[in-house]
Nanobody, 130 residues
């Protein structure tokens, strides 16, 4: 059974920082890729960042490139999203996504396509005030 659990959301003023964490568990297996997506009520879910767990290769959406950093915490299946220089438009529910198949990861990780993700967390709210 796969479990994906986010933590670290909250409220911050524009220009501030937050760090989100995602723990992925599935028996003794490690995920092949982990990503972060976000969604506003009534809007489509959009990709933020993703990483291949083994190689550390990372991908970012244009809207967060240079401000957000996705990284894997060594020795466990935790992937963090460091969010700096936050803007009010970053306000959303943030979801962690994971997959254990290299072929599936090739479909969604680089292009940050939510439709092909197999495992989702419950989400954590990020609110940025102006």
């Amino acid at each position: 059974q796969v479990q994906v659990a986010e933590s670290g959301g909250g409220s911050v003023q524009a220009g501030g920082s937050l760090r989100l964490s995602c723990l992925v568990t599935r028996d003794r297996y490690s995920p092949h890729c982990v990503g972060w997506f976000r969604q506003l009520p009534g809007k489509d879910r959009e990709g933020v960042a993703a990483t291949y767990a083994a190689s550390g290769k990372t991908f970012y959406s244009d809207s967060v490139e240079g401000r957000f950093t996705i990284s894997q915490v060594s020795a466990n299946n935790t992937v963090d999203l460091q969010m700096d220089s936050l803007k009010p438009e970053d306000t959303a529910m943030y979801y962690c996504a994971a997959d254990f198949s290299a072929s599936v990861c090739r479909i969604w990780a680089r292009a940050l396509i939510p439709a092909h993700v197999n495992h989702w967390g419950q989400g954590t709210q990020v609110t940025v005030s102006s």
